[in-house]
């Protein structure tokens, strides 16, 4: 049974740092594209980051881009979400995925409906 399970999210002040992780395991995901996507009280989940687990590529919304860094340990079969100059808008709960759908592009990626595998969230708070 495929099982996603992320951990890092906490309460951080405005222009702090947090990493999140997200330890995949029982299946292979060598063949996947993970990502992240988070959801505030009242709003929809929405896209934040993505990778390709093969050859690293990434593709980032423009509300995180050059704040953000999707990375991944092969060795360690975990993705992670290195977050910087944190935002008071950016607090929500975040979620890796996987997704086993191929797309030579990654833009696809932004949608939830190619991801086959979620984790259970992990909260991240930034005050100002």
């Known amino acids: 049974q495929a099982q996603l399970v992320e951990s890092g999210g906490g309460a951080v002040q405005a222009g702090g740092s947090l990493r999140l992780s997200c330890a995949a395991s029982?299946?292979?995901?060598?063949?996947?594209?993970m990502g992240w996507f988070r959801q505030s009280p009242g709003k929809e989940r929405e896209f934040v980051a993505t990778?390709?687990?093969?050859?690293?590529?990434?593709y980032y919304a423009d509300s995180v881009k050059g704040r953000f860094t999707i990375s991944r340990d092969n060795a360690k079969n975990t993705v992670y979400l290195q977050m910087n100059s944190l935002k008071p808008e950016d607090t929500a709960v975040y979620y890796c995925?996987?997704?086993?759908?191929?797309?030579?592009?990654?833009?696809?990626?932004?949608?939830?409906?190619?991801?086959?595998?979620w984790g259970q969230g992990t909260q991240v708070t930034v005050s100002s």
């Open positions: 990778i390709r687990w093969s050859s690293g590529s990434t």
């Open positions: 029982g299946r292979t995901f060598s063949d996947y594209a």
């Open positions: 995925a996987a997704a086993a759908y191929y797309s030579s592009g990654m833009y696809a990626y932004t949608r939830e409906r190619h991801y086959d595998y």
